[in-house]
C-alpha cells in the first residue's frame, strides 16, 4: 500500500464529512469525497426552516468550501457502483476512483413503502429546497389543509412547525393579494400512537401539545392515495385542498455493488469496527450497527461518532494497528417543537419544555459544519419567534 492511502468517501453529510475532515486533518490519506448535493445539510433544523423560524442561511455548508479548508477532495457527482473486487467507486458521470478504503456514509431517503402517489405528489422532508417548498404550500390559497403523514419525531416537530406558521399567515392583518393560509393540520399515523418507538411520557407529551394547538391527530390511519390538491385516507375520508407532507419513514438505498446484508429500511450491516469487508466502511444513516440488541437509530450525533471512528480505523489500517470496535455513546433523543418546547430523556434524565428545546438547538448548532453557518443559526434563534412579518416569511 502507498505511503498515503486514497480513501473515497460516497456521501458528505454528517457522518462523510465528520470522516473526510478527520482523516485530512491527519494528513493520513488522500481523501475524496462525493455527494451530488452541492452543499452539506444540517437536516435537524428543516422542520424549523419549513416553518419559517430559521432562515435558510443556517441550513447548510458549501461542500467546496468544507473541503478547501480542511484539506481533501470534493466531486459533485453521485457513486452509482462500488466494484468491490478492483476497490474503485464509480461515480454517476462514469469516472472510477480508486479506493485503499471507501466509506459508504450515503444516509437514507423518505420511505415511500411503494405507495407510487405519494412519491409523486406528496412532499418529502430530507434538504433544505424542501423545507422551502413546504413553507411555500402553507401560503398557497389553493390549499385548505396540511396532512402530514408519519407520527415520528419528524412528523410530529413538522406538524408544530406548519401549524404555527399556519397561525403567523392567520393573525397578520389581512392585504389585498396576500394569500389566505389553509384552515387546517392534519397528523395521521399507521401505529396506534404516535412516537410509537418512544416512552410513554414522550408519547403523552406530543399528544398533549398538538391536541392543545388544535393539530388533529388520527392513529392507526394510513394515507392510500395523494393526488397533488388531495388526499384519501385508509378510513376512505377524502380530504381535498390538501397539501400532503411525508414523514413516514427512511430507507437506504447503496450504490449497485455495495453487496451487503441489510436491515429493516436497508441500512447496510457492519461489523464491530463499521466494516462491510475489506477495505469498505459503512457509517452514519446508511449503516446498520447493532448495539443493546437492536439497530443504533439515524441520529446526527451518531453519525458524526461513526464517521471519527471509521476515520480512526481508517488511519490505524495505513498505520498497520489493530482497529478499535466502534463503541456508540447513546445520548438520548429529544423531541422538540415549534415554540420553544420539547420533551427529552438524556442519559436516563428525563426533560421537557424549554430546557428539552434549548439542549436540541445548542447540541445542533455544535454540530454545525462552519462557524458561518452556526452564527447564522444563533443569529435566527436569537429573533424573536414572532417578529417576522407574514409577507415576508416566503423570501427569507
Ligand atoms: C427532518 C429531519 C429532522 C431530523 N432531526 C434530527 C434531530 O433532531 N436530531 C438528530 O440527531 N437527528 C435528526 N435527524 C436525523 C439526522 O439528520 C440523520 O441521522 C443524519 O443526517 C445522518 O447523517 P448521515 O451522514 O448518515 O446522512 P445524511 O446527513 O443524510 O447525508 C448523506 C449525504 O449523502 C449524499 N448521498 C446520497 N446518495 C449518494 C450517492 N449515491 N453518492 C454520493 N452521495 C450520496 C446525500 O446527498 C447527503 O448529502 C433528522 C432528519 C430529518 C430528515
Not at 481533501?72 to 473486487?85: G, K, N, P, T, V
Not at 397528523?187 to 407529551?205: K, N, S, T, Y
Request: include cysteine; aromatic fraction near 6%; hydrophobic fraction near 45%.
Amino acid at each position: 500500500m502507498k505511503a498515503h492511502p486514497r480513501v473515497v468517501i460516497v456521501g458528505g453529510g454528517f457522518a462523510g464529512t465528520a470522516a473526510a475532515s478527520r482523516l485530512a486533518r491527519r494528513s493520513v490519506a488522500e481523501v475524496t469525497l462525493l455527494d451530488p448535493k452541492a452543499r452539506c445539510e444540517m437536516l435537524p433544523l428543516l422542520p424549523d426552516i419549513a416553518g419559517a423560524r430559521l432562515s435558510s442561511a443556517g441550513g447548510g455548508t458549501p461542500h467546496h468550501a468544507l473541503a478547501a479548508s480542511h484539506g481533501y477532495r470534493y466531486l459533485q457527482q453521485a457513486a452509482i457502483e462500488i466494484d468491490r473486487d478492483a476497490k474503485r467507486v464509480i461515480s454517476a458521470d462514469g469516472t472510477a476512483l480508486p479506493y485503499d478504503f471507501a466509506i459508504l456514509a450515503h444516509g437514507a431517503r423518505t420511505a415511500y413503502y411503494d405507495n407510487r402517489a405519494a412519491e409523486l405528489y406528496a412532499r418529502p422532508l430530507r434538504s433544505v429546497a424542501d423545507a422551502l417548498q413546504a413553507r411555500k404550500r402553507v401560503a398557497r390559497p389553493a390549499y385548505r389543509r396540511l396532512l402530514v403523514v408519519g407520527g415520528g419525531y419528524t412528523g410530529v416537530e413538522l406538524a408544530t412547525h406548519l401549524h404555527r406558521l399556519h397561525r403567523l399567515y392567520a393573525q397578520s392583518p389581512p392585504s389585498v393579494g396576500r394569500p389566505q393560509p389553509p384552515s387546517s393540520v392534519i397528523l395521521v399515523e399507521l401505529a396506534d400512537e404516535i412516537l410509537g418507538a418512544q416512552e410513554p411520557r414522550m408519547q403523552h407529551f406530543a399528544r398533549t401539545h398538538l391536541e392543545a394547538l388544535g393539530v388533529e391527530v388520527r392513529t392507526g390511519t394510513s394515507v392510500t392515495d395523494v393526488t397533488p390538491r388531495a388526499a384519501v385516507l385508509s378510513d376512505g375520508t377524502r380530504l381535498d385542498d390538501t397539501v400532503t407532507f411525508w414523514t413516514a419513514g427512511i430507507q437506504v438505498i447503496p450504490p449497485r455493488g455495495a453487496a451487503a446484508r441489510t436491515t429493516g429500511p436497508g441500512r447496510l450491516v457492519v461489523d464491530e469496527y463499521l466494516r462491510l469487508g475489506a477495505g469498505l466502511f459503512a457509517a452514519g444513516d446508511a449503516a446498520g450497527f447493532t448495539h443493546g440488541g437492536a439497530p443504533l437509530p439515524p441520529a446526527s450525533y451518531l453519525a458524526v461518532q461513526q464517521g471519527i471512528a471509521v476515520a480512526a480505523n481508517i488511519a490505524r489500517a495505513a498505520a498497520g494497528r489493530p482497529l478499535k470496535p466502534y463503541r456508540p455513546l447513546v445520548h438520548g433523543i429529544i423531541i422538540p417543537v415549534a415554540g420553544g418546547s420539547g420533551c427529552a430523556r438524556i442519559h436516563g434524565l428525563p426533560l421537557s419544555g424549554r430546557p428539552a428545546a434549548a439542549l436540541h438547538y445548542a447540541a445542533t448548532a455544535a454540530r454545525a459544519h462552519s462557524r458561518a453557518q452556526r452564527a447564522a443559526i444563533i443569529r435566527d434563534l436569537l429573533r424573536p419567534p414572532l417578529s417576522a412579518p407574514a409577507g415576508q416569511m416566503a423570501a427569507r
